[in-house]
């Protein structure tokens, strides 16, 4: 289904921060949509960040504006549709933190490293 055709209501103001505070507590209501600034250690890694918030993004069919910079991206989500906070962005907003905040190593019961626990090699703060 389109954004366009979206048949996903608009949340009230209240619902979006309750439900932010208790499912995505690093994401902010504001100016009517749901932000989360991801901190990255350089240019590199926000490329990374990007790509993969636009993979996330496309596959699921519903676009965030982004703002992006060296060592920084932001990500805004709403349903222009509904003309707000919908399902469909708590959903993506929830794929986006699972994705780029995935721990390999915690995950894998050793069979994948993860990323070094060594300054050099961090991209994401």
Request: glycine share 4%; aromatic share 10%; proline share 4%.
């Amino acid at each position: 289904m389109s954004e366009e055709t979206s048949s996903h209501p608009a949340l009230s103001e209240e619902e979006v921060q309750t439900r932010l505070q208790n499912e995505l507590p690093h994401w902010v209501y504001e100016n009517g949509w749901i932000r989360r600034k991801i901190k990255t250690s350089g240019w590199k890694a926000t490329l990374m960040v990007v790509n993969t918030v636009g993979h996330l993004a496309e596959k699921s069919w519903h676009h965030p504006d982004l703002t992006v910079s060296y060592a920084f991206v932001v990500v805004k989500l709403v349903t222009h549709a509904a003309k707000g906070i919908t399902e469909k962005d708590f959903a993506l907003a929830k794929k986006i933190e699972d994705v780029v905040f995935w721990d390999a190593a915690a995950d894998s019961q050793g069979a994948l490293e993860g990323t070094p626990d060594d300054p050099r090699f961090k991209y994401i703060k």
